[in-house]
């Protein structure tokens, strides 16, 4: 016979184990189908623009930036796209750029309810993630414990100024946590069936939003009424839903966007081509400068500085290009549109990098416009004064006549 107290304490064991978030991975379920694709390239009217006393929030250069300005309170943005998917992987890429304390956070919000729930993972300045359950108006901790906040700790976050990737996958109402690619942790959750999405930032924080994708795991019918016959489609025309005809028109209007980028650059180029040769083939200084070494070895060093900056962006693009060609790569398997949809992302990729190539060349033949301007008007010569007019000499004065009008002559009689 078990004595009751031990019963009592095996009990209580389990049930602290179901409570606890899991750390093994429980979704092995792939998820290759894009529902929802927000690069914050054009400001689609996805997500909501602020400019208050709260909050600064604008699609801009894009990105999604986001100014809590409010110091006491978190903040949720929620897209307009009406989720309606249970199964899903959601990934986001996220900056957290000024914080002023360990308040200071960014993070998603998934299976948000009307009524009050939802989940949030959130990323603090100190490298470390939270996880925790909205219920009602009050939130509980599933990662970390009371004592600390829930925040953990994690060396796959990255430190502030950086982006970091979030993933959550759902399946089955389980839910597999990732950051930057390295699992966090697992947890389950029955009574939600589907929930709104967006981003969390906390008080006196500024971040930022890189992309923000929705995939799910089976082609997915949203529960709309039936088209009039009028607006049905051919039968052999694709569906919208199909997410390849979708790839290629995405990359389809990235193709012409950069090129269309490359060829005002390209002109931009010429004319300051122009204005470098017309300012070569200008009359050399009269005086040359007392140190032209030096000022020509800081010309170098700026100019190289520049590059190397632009190098620097053009990785950061390539990067991104890489990360961005990678999810495509899981779409393509057994897709009909499998040639169209490399060949365009191979074009994208290409004329991106002629873009930021020709976008580094354009700002280094500014910088010598400008250089070249300034030596050439600090040393051109100066133009002489013009001399000044000479005066005419004083006339002779002119004799004086008698009253009769006479020249006051003496009259001289030759002598016979």
């Known amino acids: 016979m078990i004595p009751l107290d031990k019963i009592k304490i095996v009990l209580i064991c389990l049930l602290w184990m179901f409570a606890l978030p899991s750390y093994s991975q429980l979704i092995s379920e792939q998820f290759p189908r894009p529902e929802f694709i927000d690069d914050y390239d054009t400001d689609k009217q996805n997500w909501p623009i602020f400019t208050n006393a709260d909050n600064l ?36 890429n996220l ?80 839910y597999d946590v990732f950051i930057n690619g390295g699992y966090q942790l697992s947890f389950s959750e029955k009574n939600y069936s589907f929930g709104r999405m967006g981003i969390v930032i906390g008080p006196a924080t500024n971040g930022l939003v890189d992309y923000f994708y929705v995939y799910s795991n089976i082609k997915y019918d949203r529960k709309t009424p039936p088209p009039s016959d009028i607006e049905k489609k051919k039968p052999d025309a694709p569906s919208p839903l199909d997410p390849s005809t979708d790839m290629v028109s995405v990359l389809s209007e990235t193709v012409v966007r950069l090129k269309t980028q490359i060829n005002k650059i390209t002109k931009e180029n010429d004319d300051l081509k122009r204005q470098l040769s017309m300012i070569d083939s200008a009359p050399a200084p009269a005086k040359t400068p007392k140190d032209t070494s030096k000022m020509v070895s800081e010309k170098v060093v700026k100019l190289l500085q520049n590059q190397v900056e632009a190098a620097n962006a053009v990785n950061d693009s390539l990067k991104k290009l890489m990360y961005s060609y990678r999810k495509i790569q899981e779409v393509l398997e057994g897709n009909e549109n499998a040639d169209i949809i490399i060949t365009l992302t191979n074009s994208a990729k290409n004329e991106k990098v002629q873009n930021d190539m020709l976008t580094r060349s354009n700002k280094v033949l500014k910088d010598s416009v400008v250089y070249y301007r300034t030596l050439y008007n600090k040393y051109k010569p100066v133009p002489p004064k013009p001399a000044a007019p000479v005066k005419p000499a004083t006339p002779p004065a002119k004799p004086a006549k008698d009253s009769t009008g006479i020249n006051n002559k003496k009259t001289v009689i030759p002598i016979k």
């Open 57 to 92: 929030f604008v699609i801009q250069n894009g990105e999604y930036i986001l100014n809590r300005k409010n110091k006491s309170t978190q903040y949720a943005v929620l897209t307009e796209w009406e989720n309606q998917l249970e199964s899903f992987s959601v990934k986001a």
């Open 95 to 174: 900056k957290l750029v000024q914080a002023a304390n360990d308040n200071c956070n960014i993070g998603l919000i998934i299976m948000a309810q009307a009524k009050g729930g939802g989940f949030v993972i959130e990323l603090n300045k100190n490298r470390q993630y939270r996880v925790k359950q909205l219920i009602g108006s009050t939130y509980q901790f599933i990662s970390g414990d009371e004592r600390s906040a829930g925040w953990m700790k994690s060396p796959d976050i990255k430190p502030v100024g950086q982006f970091n990737a979030i993933e959550v996958k759902c399946f089955n109402k389980n």
